[in-house]
C-alpha cells in the first residue's frame, strides 16, 4: 500500500516563493513515478511536474516551465516542488501522487495524497 501526505501549502504574495513536500509511505519508493498536480476552483484537475525514479530526468506543464522545480530525496521517501515567481493563477489545491509504470506519461497515477492549498495573492 501506498500512502502520500503533502505539506507546505500556504497563502503568498505574487512574485514570492512556497515549497511542497510529498511525504510517501511505500515499500520501494524508488520504483514509484512521481508527480504533482493541481486543482483550481472551477477547473479540471492539471499536471504540473514529473520526474523519474532516480530523479535525475524531468518534465514540467508549460505554464510553471522555469519557475517550478520538482525534485525526490530517495534516501527520505520525500517528493519536493520548490515554486518561484508565483503567480495568482498558480492558485489551486496541489496533490502529490505515484505510481509504478512509465514517469514520462502524465497519465495513470494510482495513489494521491489529500492535497494542499496554495493561495497567490495579487
Known amino acids: 500500500q501506498v500512502q502520500l501526505v503533502e505539506s507546505g501549502g500556504g497563502l503568498v504574495q505574487a512574485g514570492g516563493s512556497l515549497g511542497l513536500s510529498c511525504a510517501v509511505s511505500?515499500?520501494?519508493?524508488?520504483?514509484?513515478?512521481m508527480g504533482w498536480f493541481r486543482q483550481a476552483p472551477g477547473k479540471e484537475r492539471e499536471f504540473v511536474a514529473a520526474l523519474s525514479w532516480s530523479g535525475g530526468s524531468t518534465v514540467y506543464a508549460d505554464s510553471v516551465k522555469g519557475r517550478f522545480t520538482i525534485s525526490r530525496d530517495n534516501a527520505k521517501n520525500t517528493m519536493y516542488l520548490q515554486m518561484n515567481s508565483l503567480k495568482p493563477e498558480d492558485t489551486a489545491v496541489y496533490y502529490c501522487?505515484?505510481?509504478?509504470?512509465?514517469?514520462?506519461?502524465?497519465?495513470?497515477?494510482?495513489?494521491w495524497g489529500q492535497g494542499t492549498q496554495v493561495t497567490v495573492s495579487s
Open positions: 511505500a515499500r520501494t519508493f524508488s520504483s514509484l513515478a
Open positions: 501522487a505515484a505510481k509504478y509504470g512509465s514517469w514520462w506519461q502524465r497519465t495513470g497515477y494510482a495513489y
